[in-house]
T-cell receptor
Framework: AQSVTQLDSQVPVFEEAPVELRCNYS??????LFWYVQYPNQGLQLLLK??????LVKGINGFEAEFNKSQTSFHLRKPSVHISDTAEYFC????????????FGKGTKLTVNP | DVKVTQSSRYLVKRTGEKVFLECVQD?????MFWYRQDPGLGLRLIYF???????EKGDIPEGYSVSREKKERFSLILESASTNQTSMYLC?????????????FGPGTRLLVL
């Protein structure tokens, strides 16, 4: 079975500062990795995904994430955040070649202050 | 654009009532999912369906049932609502296929059981 740990439940930052949201996973098999974003009162939207190949993945809205197999991590980064990035961010994993099931972390609430 | 719609954004029900949450997708996706989202717990899978009339239990199916009579529609049923089912419910759909296929989410239904 897979599990996902998002190490910070809340991350406050100032506008234009860099941010890193941390995600670690546990799995006995290879996995696919995802980051979703949820803006207030909305559903989840895919930010980016790692399936295979280059370990640095670029997504929408200037976000990127790096897959590190040895550390079982998939941290999300943005070099300069905007007020509009205020949202909740979810890391998720799915077993490679297996179930359709996505396993989500508990989420990190990013608050960007002026 | 893929569209996943949920019948209500907000719903208030009384303990013991039978509650139906409806989800419709317009992209001919085979797979559909129901999640429950609670603060600090992230998203937890209740049920999913990979075809009409097919369903599989997720992580927290107790107290819920589902119905998929048509490909585009997936209903979540609370047979006898209880206060601990007060939550945000999110529906999602995904094309069956390779790992590159994205899971798309609806806007959510916030259910309050009194």
């Amino acid at each position: 079975a897979q599990s996902v740990t998002q190490l910070d439940s809340q991350v406050p930052v100032f506008e234009e500062a860099p941010v890193e949201l941390r995600c670690n996973y546990s799995s006995s098999v290879s996995v696919y990795l995802f980051w979703y974003v949820q803006y207030p009162n909305q559903g989840l939207q895919l930010l980016l995904k790692y399936l295979s190949g280059s370990t640095l993945v670029k997504g929408i809205n200037g976000f990127e994430a790096e897959f590190n197999k040895s550390q079982t991590s998939f941290h999300l980064r943005k070099p300069s955040v905007h007020i509009s990035d205020t949202a909740e961010y979810f890391c998720a994993v799915r077993q490679e070649g297996g179930s359709e099931k996505l396993v989500f972390g508990k989420g990190t609430k990013l608050t960007v202050n002026p | 654009d893929v569209k996943v719609t949920q019948s209500s954004r907000y719903l208030v029900k009384r303990t013991g009532e039978k509650v139906f949450l409806e989800c419709v997708q317009d992209m001919d996706h085979e797979n559909m999912f129901w999640y429950r989202q609670d603060p600090g717990l992230g998203l937890r899978l209740i049920y999913f369906s990979y075809d009409v009339k097919m369903k599989e239990k997720g992580d927290i199916p107790e107290g819920y049932s589902v119905s998929r009579e048509k490909k585009e529609r997936f209903s979540l049923i609370l047979e006898s609502a209880s206060t601990n089912q007060t939550s945000m419910y999110l529906c999602a759909s995904r094309l069956a296929g390779g790992p590159e296929e994205t899971q798309y989410f609806g806007p959510g239904t916030r259910l309050l059981v009194l």
